[in-house]
């Protein structure tokens, strides 16, 4: 299970990446066909630097920092924190595998002895 998790989620971070990497594409092609540097036009991912040595990025238009993914992080861990699907969901799971366990070990007992 955690090696298709593995392999799904980099099967989606590549997936994204090159979505992003084609809209980029696709904006350089809009500048191009166009003959000149529009202002309006913004590349999907951009990357830059403060005199001050910070680094600020943007996907497509949204500025990135790291106190958004810290809050965005916080709330991760409150949902988790009060899931009560998933605990039922747990507890379920182990209700039926102790269940199945004990079965098997009843009908191996019936067939050796």
């Known amino acids: 299970m955690v090696k298709f998790m593995f392999k799904s989620f980099i099967?989606?971070?590549v997936l994204l990446f090159g979505v992003l990497i084609g809209m980029?594409?696709?904006?350089?092609?809009m500048i191009k066909m166009k003959g000149y540097n529009d202002p309006d036009f913004q590349g999907a991912f951009q990357i830059d630097s403060d005199q001050t040595g910070d680094?600020?990025?943007?996907?497509l238009g949204?500025?990135?920092t790291s106190q958004d993914l810290q809050k965005k992080q916080e709330q991760l861990e409150q949902i988790e924190a009060f899931n009560i699907f998933s605990q039922l969901g747990k507890q379920l799971a182990n209700i039926v595998s102790n269940g199945v366990s004990s079965?098997?070990?009843m009908i191996t007992e019936v067939m050796d002895g």
């Open 55 to 59: 680094i600020e990025a943007s996907i």
């Open 103 to 105: 079965l098997l070990k």
């Open 24 to 29: 980029q594409q696709a904006n350089q092609g």
């Open 62 to 64: 949204n500025e990135v």
């Open 11 to 13: 099967l989606c971070s």
